[in-house]
């Protein structure tokens, strides 16, 4: 079976500091697909980062980066020079590519920016 | 639409009673999903429509909750009977295709934040 792990459930970080957001998998599918997304106090999803299981290099996304372990199956978020406004919940999800459309989320990690 | 749209945004209901949560997907999207997330929780996946049709509908608690789509589009997810447990927030996604990698094109609605009482 599919699990996402998150083993954070808050975080702190001082602004502009950098901060890494832990996420580990549990697939023996070859092929999925790892995701972020950020979940504001507002409640709606906003996508992050992917890292596809084939990529060969670290997805990045501006601020976003993903530190992906194959095999180790962590798939670690790291967000540089945080600001006030990255305070929010953080999900990490996986989809498998033989499964349809389905993400499987992770129970989340909630960041807050001190200034 | 311009974006995937949900409502109510907020229902509150009596334990027993059935209520209807509306999605509407933004035009052109095959695929649509609904979520539900707990309070303090992670999204729990519920049910995935192909066009019309629910290729996955594994994650539906009990056969108290029912979704459907017509046209390809508006989706309806009901809940009969509801229960305290049933209280949460549903979301609803949609994307081009379902089984593609892009995952920027799966985009979610505001949610139904439903209340049994």
């Known amino acids: 079976a599919q699990k996402i792990t998150q083993t954070q459930p808050g975080m702190f970080v001082q602004e502009k500091e950098a901060v890494t957001l832990d996420c580990t998998y549990d697939?023996?599918?070859?092929?999925?697909?790892l995701f972020w997304y950020k979940q504001p106090s507002s409640g709606e999803m906003i996508f992050l980062i992917y890292q596809g299981s084939y990529d060969q290099q670290n997805a990045t996304e501006g601020r976003y980066s993903l530190n992906f372990q194959k095999a180790r199956k962590s798939a670690n978020l790291v967000i540089s020079a945080s600001q006030l406004g990255d305070s929010a919940m953080y999900f990490c999800a996986m989809r498998v590519y033989n499964q349809g459309g389905k993400l499987i989320f992770g129970q989340g990690t909630e960041l807050s920016v001190k200034p | 639409g311009a974006g995937v749209s949900q409502s109510p945004s907020n229902k509150v209901t009596e334990k027993g009673k059935d209520v209807e949560l509306r999605c509407d997907p933004i035009s052109g999207h095959t695929a649509l999903y609904w979520y539900r997330q707990s309070l303090g929780q992670g999204l729990e996946f519920l049910i995935y429509?192909?066009?019309?049709?629910?290729?996955?509908k594994s994650g539906l608690p009990s056969d108290r909750f029912s979704a459907e789509r017509t046209g390809g589009s508006v989706s309806t997810l009901t809940i009969q009977r509801t229960q305290q447990e049933d209280s949460a927030v549903y979301l609803c996604a949609s994307s081009l295709q379902g089984a593609l990698r892009d995952a920027k094109g799966y985009t979610f609605g505001s949610g139904t934040r439903l209340t049994v009482v």
């Open positions: 697939t023996s599918d070859p092929s999925y697909g």
């Open positions: 429509f192909q066009g019309n049709s629910a290729p996955d």
